[in-house]
């Protein structure tokens, strides 16, 4: 390399303070930049640089509230974006589902947007009303309704702030529950052996959700240890529930030959993970209807068509409505009860028809 083309080294730049004899800690805090007008638009930045917010904000004399995210207390006047956000972080600390507080926060919203910046303590009845009739459907006024009670409640109950309830007085509408088309015995037996000539997995799910009355979630939420092979004649399915608030739906089904027929040959061809099947719920949808069709059935066919053609031949086998709240895994209250009871009707025997003379 030549010398023109060697790099030269950098020149060291003296120190901020050599050949002083002494420095003060505000010169040292000080930063090192020459321009004398550059230092001050940089101080002055720093001065404008808010001061963090207070952890603790004093109230009366000798107490002491928390002011989490600066926020300050809920109170009777507080507005209703302030009580929603308060509410959030309420629902989050009980570890509520995600999609039920983005479903409350939500419907809070909503409400906000059409009543405009009332403070909580003057939304009335009338709010309410406008709010619940301008839902498009009976089940969005429920919902509605129940996100508006709820958080009420909190208001009344928990924070204490307010001592009347503008939801006083409203009722949901009930939805009225449709009748299931469940499939005959003929179909049953056709949709199986068309589930046959599909994906790896297909049989299996069919089998499990027809003849076990699985759901969609349960289904791809069961795992290869949930299924008891011990006596391959007559298998168990243990339907588990992780969470709290749902492990009452938990249940433990008999299965039989065919399923563990069904089971071996997919473990055979398919070497599958903790959970048994690893497809999503639209992946399952699509292979329902592609069976249907393979099988010449014209109905509509769902995974929940599958789940009330289980109801029927249970409750056609001798099930009654508590057991098949057990089977199903629903709990004992009067809309679930109401929904078993129309697959007790659809397996009662046809009525007798009196000949005409």
Not at 68 to 74: A, E
Not at 188 to 201: I, Y
Request: aromatic share 6%; charged share 25%; glycine share 4%.
């Amino acid at each position: 390399m030549s010398h023109e083309q060697r790099p030269t080294k950098p020149v060291p730049r003296p120190a901020r303070f050599s050949g002083v004899d002494g420095v003060t800690q505000q010169q040292r805090d000080q930063p090192p930049i020459d321009d004398e007008a550059a230092l001050l638009l940089e101080l002055d930045a720093a001065d404008a640089v808010p001061a963090q917010l207070d952890l603790f904000v004093s109230t009366d004399p000798g107490t002491w509230t928390t002011e989490i995210g600066g926020l300050p207390p809920v109170a009777a006047h507080s507005s209703l974006d302030l009580a929603r956000s308060e509410y959030r972080r309420h629902l989050e600390r009980q570890r509520r589902p995600r999609n039920t507080i983005e479903s409350y926060c939500y419907d809070l919203q909503v409400l906000e947007e059409m009543i405009g910046p009332k403070p909580i303590n003057r939304v009335d009845r009338l709010d309410v009303a406008r709010f619940l009739g301008e839902a498009h459907s009976k089940s969005t006024r429920k919902r509605r309704l129940t996100s508006l009670r709820r958080f009420f409640r909190y208001l009344i109950d928990d924070v204490r702030v307010l001592k009347f309830d503008p939801t006083e007085g409203y009722y949901p509408h009930q939805i009225q529950l449709r009748l299931p088309v469940p499939l005959f015995q003929n179909e049953q037996r056709a949709l199986l052996d068309a589930a046959l000539g599909d994906e790896s997995w297909s049989a299996l799910a069919i089998w499990l959700m027809m003849r076990l009355g699985l759901t969609r979630s349960e289904l791809l939420a069961l795992e290869r240890d949930h299924i008891d092979l011990t006596d391959e004649a007559a298998p168990v399915v243990h339907i588990v529930y992780r969470e709290a608030s749902k492990q009452s739906k938990g249940r433990q089904l008999a299965a039989d030959r065919e399923f563990a027929d069904l089971l071996n040959a997919f473990l055979e061809s398919h070497q599958p993970g903790t959970t048994l099947i690893t497809v999503g719920p639209q992946a399952v949808n699509s292979m329902v209807e592609r069976v249907r069709n393979a099988a010449g059935i014209s109905k509509d066919v769902t995974p929940q068509t599958l789940r009330a053609t289980f109801a029927v031949e249970q409750a056609r086998a001798g099930a009654d409505q508590q057991n098949l709240l057990l089977l199903l895994g629903l709990a004992n209250d009067p809309r679930n009860r109401q929904s078993v009871n129309r697959y007790i009707a659809l397996a009662a025997d046809p009525a007798p028809i009196t000949p005409l003379p």
